[in-house]
Structures are given as C-alpha cells and as structure tokens.
C-alpha cells in the first residue's frame, strides 16, 4: 500500500481530530444511562417523599448539558471525518489519473479503459467511504462497548458476567462472517470491471450496434455478465446479511438474562429499579454499536480489496525505456535501423524496417489495412518501444528523450478526429497554450479551416461539445490538423487525417502544407495514392515489411503493388498528376 499512502500527507491533525472527538462523544453517551440511574434510584424516591424535584431538574440539565456537547462533538468529528476522506480521494484519483497519463500504449492495451473506469471512480469511492467510517467508528464503536462492559460491572459484578459473556460471542459472529466474505468482495469488484466495459463499449459504439440491428445479441451479453455480478453480489450478502440477526438474538438472550437475573437482584436488594434500566440500556447501546461495528468492518473490507486494486495500477509502470543516448548518427536524418515491433510477443507487426528519411521532407506512407501504417508512426512517437533495433532522431536514439521532450517536437493528427468540451479556441489551444491569435487563424488557413470558424456564430469561442459531436466528420479532422499546426512542430504526422475530406479540399491541404516551414518533416499515412502525390518519398508497407519506397511516379513505373492500390482507386491508366 505504499503507493497510496503518499497522499494522505497534511492530513494526520485531521485524522486524530475525528476520532478524538468521537471518543468524548461516546464517553458523554456512557455517562448519560448513570444518570438516568440515579434519578430513578434517588431523585424520584426524594421527589416523592419531600415534593422536592430540584434533585431530578439539576440531573436533567447536567444531561441535556451532556446531549448538547455529545452532539457538538458529533458535528465536529463528522466534518473532520469527511474533509480527510474527500481531500484523500481527491487527491488519489488525481494521483491515479495522471500516473495513468504517463503509461505507455503498451500499458493501456493490456489494463483495458473498463478498468481504468472501475479504479478511477467506484474503487476509489469505496475507499472514501471506508476512510469516513473508520475515522468515525473505529474509536467510538469498540470504546462504548467496552465501557458499557465497564459500566455493567461498576452496576453489579453479576451483570458485568453477562456482558463480559456476550462482546466475545459478538465478536467471533463478525470475524466468521468477514472472513467469509471478504474474498467475495474483489470477486465482486472484478466482475464490476466486466459489466462496466461492456456498458462503455456499446454506449460508445451504440451506432454500430444500430446498424448491425445487434442490440439484442449485445444485450444478452451485458446481461449475463450483469447477472455473474448479482449472482455473486447476493451470495455475498446471503452471508453479510447474517451479521444482523445473529448480533439482535445474542443481545436479546442477554437481554433476557438481565431482566430475569436481575428481577431475583433487586428483590433481594442488591440492585435498584434504576440499576435494571441503566443495564437494560447499556446492553442495548451495546448491540447498536456491535452493528455498526460490524457495518465497519465490512466497508473496510470493501475499501481494503479496493484499495488494493488502486495500489496494484500505481505498480504498473511505464516500459518505455529511456537512456543515455551513446551511438550519435547524422541529425539530417530519421532512422529506422533494423526495426521489429511486436505488441503481445506473438509475431511482427513491423519486421526488419530499415529507412532513413531526410528531415525537412514530406514522406507518405501507403500500404493495405494490417500493413503496419500506424505502427510505424506509434514507434516514431515512441508510444511503443521498439521490440529489436533502434530508432534516431536528431542524430541520437529515440530512447534517450523523454516522452514530454520527444513528443513537444511531434504535432500529431491521429487516425480518429478527437475534440474535447470546451470551445474551439481552448481546443486549437492544446497544440500551444501561448499561441497568438496570428498563429491559430495561420493554422486554421492551413488546415482548410477557416470557413469552418467562420461559419459559426461565436466563431473561436463556438462551443464544442462532448467528442466534437456538433462538428461534421470533415469539419473535425480541419480542426484536429490545425490543433497540431499551431503547434508548429518539427515533425508533423497526418494519420489518414484527411479520409473524410472531399478531393478539393484534400488538393488545397497537401499544397498549403506544402508550403509550410521546410525544416517540418512531413508524415502523410493515407490509403488514397492521390493524397500522396507531392511527397518527396513514399514508404510501401505490406504485412508488416518496408517492401518498397520511391515518389509516386517511381512506385507506379516498377511496383505491382502501388499499382494495384492506384488502379483500384482510378481504374486503370488512370492518373492524378495535381500538385
């Protein structure tokens, strides 16, 4: 657990108030029932002999004294209780959210964003409120059964007999039933991962599922897994549920034994009717705080199994290495010498990528769905480590930058338009926090973007929803290019970023970006041959291998290839020579 204890510096003042405060509000409650004894013992024999009831008022405001202070100390403790709890939670979900910010693709892949979810919302909670409980209870519960205990025997050694009797029968009912069910419990959470990930991947892929009319094939899946996790959640509290009844017929027998063992008490004048009261009341505050005890004891159970998921995330470290770089190569140039990458240790998705790419150039890279595209850029942004070989940029080997230094050089389009909720400004604004208003309408020129700003009525500070929702496909890959290009980064990476542009648009983008900075080292992924016609060399990937590169005219004079992926686009002979 030490990666989580981290986060509760500053807190321990806190910590010791809570329970502190609960304590003399427990002690307050203890004293109270003695009162109570002593006005029936004494005050109402007094008050029926003498008519004087100044006996009975002064005790009654001595408790009233005594249930205006419990309470104050009761808020007190509650609030202190809740600040450490949320101000942890708080602080360890940030804690996780940026730790899993720092993970490699690698990392991601194999956890699963169900339970990235699960740990970064539900576990967490759970251990807020196992905090919150057990800085309220975990004093006051044990202390007030003991000291009815205590109590019991300063009222009669007898009675005190029964008590001593009943905590440990209390006692061994919770810990059988906890330890039973404690395992239960992260049985129950990992089936929570389950249900949460499939609920996020048919809310996200709704659409797909629409179209396939698959709703009730997806449906029958979510149900079962929904039905494995109440199947284990009701033989889980099948036990728990136990805790209750068995701790109300324990006390109740004990009850029973007071009364009748002290009915023969009091006839023989060893205790008064206030005794049997106060008993009778201790014994009763007894059960109460036997179950939330036991309440306790299972929210920590859950919060423990819990904490323990979160911990397990922050052991998962990023595998991406870096190191000093040792070998230098010619800064003119991005290598890739002799490159192998694979994702699960089971075959290559790239094998033997052997390149060098002259910086300042605009290299396209073509090739089948599977072939690798993407790969190959994942490796450049060092989103994956390489598997064998090595990787230069700038003359040393990629290992030796830190992923924020490395990737402060790299303006990214990827694949899928990505928007967040905010404006379109804020948007732009992730390429360049500093950016002027030059630089944002300069990129937007270039992304073929502008008339998209200008079509909206509060043009740069045009809401944008969730996803980008309210913005076309076309319309959020212009935005997402042009997030990248106020940037202005020295490799810039369209990662079939332009699929949803029209021919037009495409021809005006390639030209405008052509136009750009020479020192940029330009990367275009496309499956169009037509978006890669002005590349100075153009990479050609298929299954997984470097099988040719060249211009556009070399590749469609001597590759079968190149040819058929042309051909299937403009039919034979035909030719798209725009630059």
């Known amino acids: 657990m030490n990666n989580i204890k981290k986060f509760t510096k500053g807190l321990g003042v806190q910590s010791v108030i809570a329970p502190l405060f609960k304590f003399c509000e427990a002690a307050m409650e203890l004293i109270t029932p003695f009162i109570v004894k002593d006005i029936i013992n004494n005050g109402i024999p007094l008050a029926m002999e003498t008519g004087d009831t100044s006996y009975i008022i002064i005790r009654f405001i001595i408790m009233l004294a005594f249930a205006l202070g419990g309470f104050g100390f009761s808020v007190i403790a509650q609030y202190f209780a809740a600040r450490v709890a949320s101000v942890y939670s708080c602080r360890l979900r940030k804690g996780l959210f940026e730790h899993i910010l720092t993970l490699s693709y690698k990392e991601l892949d194999q956890l699963g964003k169900g339970k990235l979810l699960t740990r970064m919302t539900s576990d967490i909670n759970q251990v807020q409120t196992g905090i919150n409980m057990f800085l309220r209870l975990l004093l006051r519960s044990p202390f007030v059964m003991l000291g009815s205990l205590i109590m019991a025997f300063l009222i009669s050694w007898k009675m005190g007999v029964i008590f001593a009797l009943t905590i440990p029968l209390l006692f061994v009912v919770v ?46 899946k979510f149900n079962i897994a929904n039905e494995k996790l109440k199947e284990k959640q009701y033989r889980t509290s099948r036990v728990s549920a136990l805790i209750n009844p068995i701790s109300f017929l324990i006390v109740n027998v004990a009850i029973i034994a007071v009364v009748y063992l002290g009915g023969f008490e009091v006839n023989v004048g060893d205790l008064k009717n206030g005794d049997i009261i106060a008993l009778f009341t201790y014994m009763n505050l007894m059960l109460v705080e036997t179950i939330k005890f036991a309440n306790l004891i299972v929210t920590l159970t859950k919060a423990i199994a819990s904490a323990k998921r979160v911990n397990a995330m922050f052991d998962v470290k990023n595998s991406i290495k870096t190191e000093e770089s040792v070998d230098a190569k010619d800064k003119e140039y991005i290598e890739f010498d002799n490159v192998n990458l694979s994702y699960n240790g089971n075959g290559y998705a790239l094998e033997n990528i052997n ?143 332009s699929s949803a542009l029209d021919f037009e648009t495409d021809l005006k983008l390639r030209r405008a970006i052509k136009e750009l900075n020479k020192d940029m080292t330009v990367f275009i992924i496309s499956q169009r041959t037509s978006s890669l016609l002005g590349c100075d060399n153009i990479l050609l990937l298929n299954q997984g291998k470097l099988v040719d590169e060249g211009t556009h005219e070399e590749l469609l004079s001597r590759n079968s290839l190149y040819q058929e992926i042309h051909s299937f686009q403009f039919g034979k002979g035909g030719t798209k020579n725009e630059k």
């Open 175 to 220: 810990l059988v039933i906890i330890n039973k069910t404690l395992p239960k419990y992260v049985e129950i959470q990992s089936s929570l991962d389950e249900v949460t990930r499939l609920s996020r991947e048919n809310l996200s892929g709704v659409r797909v599922v629409r179209a396939f009319t698959y709703e009730e094939k997806q449906t029958e």
């Open 355 to 497: 390149v060098k790419i002259k910086k300042g150039s605009t290299i396209g890279i073509i090739g089948g769905t599977g072939s690798g595209k993407t790969s190959f850029i994942n490796l450049l942004c060092h989103f994956y480590d390489v598997t064998d070989g090595q990787i230069y940029f700038d003359g040393h080997n990629l290992n030796s930058y830190s992923p924020l230094e490395l990737r402060k050089k790299i303006g990214l389009v990827p694949q899928k338009a990505v928007l967040f909720k905010g404006t379109i400004r804020s948007n732009l604004l992730w390429g360049n926090k500093d950016a002027t208003e030059e630089d944002i309408n300069e990129a937007l020129k270039t992304a073929q973007a502008l008339e998209v700003v200008k079509g909206k009525t509060k043009g740069l500070d045009e809401e944008v929803e969730q996803g980008g929702k309210n913005f076309s496909g076309g319309q959020r890959q212009r935005l997402t290019i042009a997030r990248a290009l106020v940037k202005k980064p020295e490799i810039l990476i369209l990662d079939d970023s």
